[in-house]
């Protein structure tokens, strides 16, 4: 689908390459250059209506921010600086006074409307506050702060933002620091009349020819759409969080350490033409990519790249499980007779590769500790056994049906962790006590606790496959058990309760996107299909 | 584990197939003069339909394939009337496709057009490509197709009908394919092509004549 793409609450990022760190520390290892020259400062207070359990009322929120002046097609337009203060009414600390609340804690949603051309979405921007004291009379002044997503288009054009719903949770607490009844309130605020427009937060032009160096420059027109712009226009939202404090510098990997990288070095996975939709049979540069290089290939060798979703069900939210490298050995291919049909059966056997270890990159996930706290956390899947891929292909008329699991035991191994903003000492042997674990169909076949994701397919005599082949890629889809965490803590202190609470626990679905395969060991490459050094070429982008 | 018994069905039925293609009237009568007409001239074809490729009853189809090289007048029975320089199956962003999933094919050219047989009444030359030989992936499965294809020319409609018949091409290796595409396969090569005089809308003509 093209178009604005809103990305809820889940953190995306377009960063390139290796990375797809995916949540939450990104904005903070932002170079300055990564940001257009000139910077547009918003400062903007706007009515809007709330509405409190005594009835609605008034506020007034204010914005600020900044944004790139201008920036050019495909770049990143990254708000900073944001701040989000309600003042809430006489009547709102009423209602906390009734509940004997001493304090406050709040977070914020505003909602932005993002547009451009025809094209429109929306952004979450996630404020959260430190706690303040109720007055005891007058307006409640919070202002919360955060990271929010960033936009990228592939089109040239003015991309307007604009505000619009807004709400705040508020976690009172008593002078004793325990929860009030009922523990929060939340309070929902709609724009209030705005004769002079100003909730249009700002204008950024988009074009083509902007250099991203020289403020003096003006911009192209911005109707003009970019020749170099591959698809429709589509600003996307790509990196909601919830951070509150800047992290420590990461690789655009999310690597504990190394040169910051801003986004545009990196392949972006979640926005742009993937490409899958470009031409197989142009063999064109690659986009920056994890290396995928099959040390000793055999004839059987085949790679593929896969990234998608998690679904963390104590979040509500879902993080990016970034680009990965997967390489198996292709097994033989066989006719099986069964009562409904012959059915092809294509296995294989393999496993993750990144830097010559069976794992994922790194990368960034956010969680909620009790229910509101947020959590991040540096974190890799990484596998404890090996990986299965089966098709199995039935041969009816006139569809032929694919179903096809792929399996792979994996833990989840944190790296480092931050609640709030304040970073936790994990250890370097925190993980799940054992392997993420789906249902697995055949058990008795299939042993131990592994992840099983399923795809299904079907293939028409003369038309492109649908859905999901082990060879053509697509998507898989899975539900994980996250076990209890395990060796997490350091200086003797022990945080696998905490990891467990935020993160452990059933019902976390998974969708992951796997690229075509590279035939990396067949004496003529498929160009389409692979790279000169027999990479993949295909880039799949996560889909929800 | 591969099962040879079911394997042998699927081939079975995959011949039985083959014969009633390789069933047409025949009564042609031997040329030795081909006069093709423009003389020489560049040719390009466009596919009719798909062009399939089926190995043990799995079909690899394309939807979009192309081929281009020369057409001169010739002598002989069979005579040689085209070379096919240029032969590609898929298009950018239309691979060919099969129950496997994606499949390439490589040809290895060039391939010679050869006729022996003219019906004057209906302007049609029945002959073969020669010197097929292409190698198909799919997956890590890799093999390699040699032989020859039947096929008719129709002067009125530039149409040419490949339908090969079993036993004129081989897998003469293959890798990785298991049961799936054996060595000695005999895979069936079916699709037609819209042939036109290079960069004209002109559809070159080939008669067969016995002075």
């Known amino acids: ?416 962790a931050e609640v709030n903003g304040t970073p936790l000492e994990v250890g370097p042997s925190c993980r799940t006590e054992s392997p993420l674990k789906s249902v697995e169909p055949e058990p008795d076949k299939y042993p131990g606790d592994h992840l099983v994701l399923v795809g299904r397919g079907e293939y028409e005599y003369g038309q492109d496959s649908k859905g999901y082949l082990v060879l053509d890629g697509g998507p898989l889809t899975g539900e994980a058990f996250i076990p209890a965490f395990t060796g997490c803590g350091a200086d003797g202190e022990n945080i696998d309760r905490l990891l467990t609470a935020a993160i452990s626990g059933p019902g976390n679905y998974i969708k992951q996107i796997q690229s075509p395969v590279c035939s990396v060991g067949v004496p003529e490459a498929p160009a389409e299909l692979c790279t000169e050094d027999r990479q993949p070429r295909q880039i799949p982008k996560p889909e929800r | 584990m591969k099962k040879p018994i079911r394997n042998l069905a699927v081939v079975a039925g995959a011949a039985s197939a083959a014969f009633a293609l390789a069933v047409s009237p025949a009564s042609a009568v031997a040329s030795t003069v081909w006069t093709v007409t423009p003389s020489p001239a560049n040719f390009t074809a466009l596919n009719s339909g798909n062009i399939v490729l089926s190995v043990n009853g799995i079909a690899m189809t394309c939807t979009k394939s192309n081929a281009a090289g020369t057409m001169q007048s010739a002598t002989g029975n069979p005579a040689t009337v085209g070379s096919i320089s240029t032969m590609v199956f898929g298009a950018p962003g239309v691979p060919c496709t099969s129950v496997l999933g994606t499949v390439v094919a490589t040809p290895t050219l060039p391939w010679a057009v050869k006729v022996f047989d003219y019906t004057a009444a209906t302007g049609v030359s029945k002959g073969y490509i020669d010197n097929v030989d292409a190698t198909v992936t799919a997956g890590a499965c890799n093999f390699r197709v040699t032989g020859k294809a039947s096929g008719t020319y129709t002067n009125s409609t530039g149409k040419l009908a490949v339908s090969s018949t079993s036993g004129e091409l081989t897998v003469v290796s293959a890798t990785n394919c298991g049961g799936a595409v054996p060595v000695g396969a005999k895979p069936i090569f079916k699709g037609d092509y819209l042939v036109k005089v290079a960069g004209t809308t002109t559809i070159p003509k080939i008669v067969g004549s016995n002075p």
């Open chain 1, 1 to 416: 689908m093209r178009g604005p793409r809103p990305t809820p609450r889940s953190p995306r990022t377009r960063a390139r390459g290796a990375t797809i760190a995916a949540f939450v520390a990104l904005a903070p290892l932002l170079p300055a250059a990564a940001v257009a020259a000139g910077t547009l400062k918003v400062d903007a207070a706007l009515p809007y209506v709330c509405a409190l359990p005594s009835g609605e009322r008034p506020a007034t929120v204010r914005i600020t921010a900044a944004f790139p002046e201008r920036a050019a097609v495909g770049e990143e337009i990254r708000p900073t600086d944001v701040t989000t203060t309600v003042e809430l009414p006489p009547a709102a600390v009423a209602d906390l006074v009734a509940l004997k609340a001493a304090t406050v804690r709040a977070e914020s949603r505003l909602t932005v409307a993002v547009a451009q051309n025809e094209q429109r979405a929306e952004a979450v921007w996630n404020g959260t506050a430190q706690p303040v004291p109720v007055p005891t009379e007058g307006p409640l002044t919070l202002t919360t702060t955060g990271d929010v997503p960033s936009l990228t288009t592939d089109t040239a054009g003015e991309m307007t933002l604009t505000a619009g719903a807004f709400a705040v949770d508020l976690a009172p607490a008593g002078a004793d620091g325990a929860a009030t009844d009922p523990p929060s309130l939340a309070v929902t605020c709609v724009p209030g009349d705005d004769p002079e427009g100003r909730a249009r937060l700002a204008a950024v032009p988009v074009g083509a020819a902007v250099p991203t160096g020289e403020p003096g420059t003006p911009p192209p027109s911005p109707t003009v759409p970019s020749p170099s712009a591959p698809v429709t226009g589509l600003p996307r939202p790509s990196l909601p969080t919830d951070r509150t404090a800047p992290a420590k510098p990461r690789t655009a990997e999310g690597a504990p350490s190394g040169t910051p990288r801003g986004p545009l070095v990196g392949p972006r996975t979640d926005a742009g033409p993937a490409a899958d939709e470009e031409a197989p049979g142009t063999p064109e540069p690659r986009p920056d990519a994890p290396p995928c290089v099959t040390e000793k290939p055999t004839p059987a060798s085949l790679s593929a790249y896969i990234v998608g979703y998690s679904n963390v069900r104590k979040l509500n939210g879902a993080n990016l499980i970034p680009l990965s490298c997967i390489q198996v050995e292709q097994g033989l291919i066989e006719f099986v007779e069964r009562p409904d049909a012959f059915h092809v059966i294509t296995p294989a056997e393999g496993g993750l590769s990144y830097q010559g270890r069976r794992q994922t990159p790194p990368f960034k996930a956010t969680f909620l500790t009790f229910g509101f706290v947020p959590t991040t956390a540096t974190v890799i899947l990484e596998q404890v056994g090996p990986l299965t891929m089966r098709g199995d292909m039935a041969l009816t008329f006139p569809v032929n049906t694919a179903l096809a699991h792929v399996r792979v035991p994996v833990v989840l191994r944190v790296l480092d």
